[in-house]
């Protein structure tokens, strides 16, 4: 559904999860930017930058930001795709499409005029199978009540020898790593959450990481898709990861 109703979110028969964390999007949409830059002190660019490029995007390619929120790596798609190029980016939280929609016509470049907004489910893609000569995904899949779903889906959509790449906060098996995580999150993220009334939808954060999948696991879970090849990379000091994988 093209992004031109405002905000009226679509009435799609999902789980009580699924629709839970659409409302959390929704609500934290209007400072999710700007929490970002705050709390990762603006790391979070350089996670995305290295996400698109090991994404394999370049001029004239059609390719797909899943789970695109307030659109970071569509614009950074869009950067590597130019003008000759098209970027679909694809979120189920119309308040965060909203806010992509709002950035898109703030910005002068040629380029950003590539990208258009779908609503819609990483579970579900309106997509034609073998369209997109990449996909990336930031701090998405962990968010998807469907993991296996998505990933089937992401195969299905990809051209052969393309890649996906799948950028998330990394579930450590160092447990300095998980413990340093969890104290920043509990000690630092969440106060912060607090002065804006989202204590919860940021505690959310803490839980879901913990519920996701460890580096070793994502590669199994691209494998199991059909991905011909998965490797997931620590980045960050193994807070965040990596995966990219080839259909
Ligand atoms: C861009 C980032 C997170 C996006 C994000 C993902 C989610 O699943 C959420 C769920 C609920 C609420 C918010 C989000 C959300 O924002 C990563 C950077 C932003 C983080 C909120 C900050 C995390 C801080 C790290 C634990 C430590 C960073 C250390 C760094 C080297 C300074
Ligand atoms: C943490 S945000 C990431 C946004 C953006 N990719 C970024 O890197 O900042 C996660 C996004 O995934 C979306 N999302 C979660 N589950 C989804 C699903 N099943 N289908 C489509 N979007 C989904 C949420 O609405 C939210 O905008």
Known sequence: LPVNSRCRPRTVVRSSNSNDRQTLFNRIAPVYDNLN??????????????????SGAKTGDYVLDLCCGSGDLAFLLSE??????KVMGLDFSCEQLAVASSRQNLRARSCYKCIEWIEGDATDLPFDDCKFDAITMGYGLRNVVDRHRAMREMYRVLKPGSRVSIL?????????????????????????????????EYEYLKYSINGYLTGEELETLALEAGFSSARHYEISGGFMGNLVAVR
């Open 37 to 54: 830059d705050l709390l990762s002190l603006g790391q979070h660019r350089i996670w995305k930058n290295m996400a698109v490029s090991w």
């Open 80 to 85: 590597r795709v130019g003008s000759i190029g």
């Open 168 to 200: 998330d906060f990394n579930k450590s098996n160092q447990s300095v790593t998980a413990f340093m995580q969890d104290w920043m999150i509990d000690n630092v993220v969440v106060p912060v959450a607090t002065v804006y009334g989202l204590a919860k």
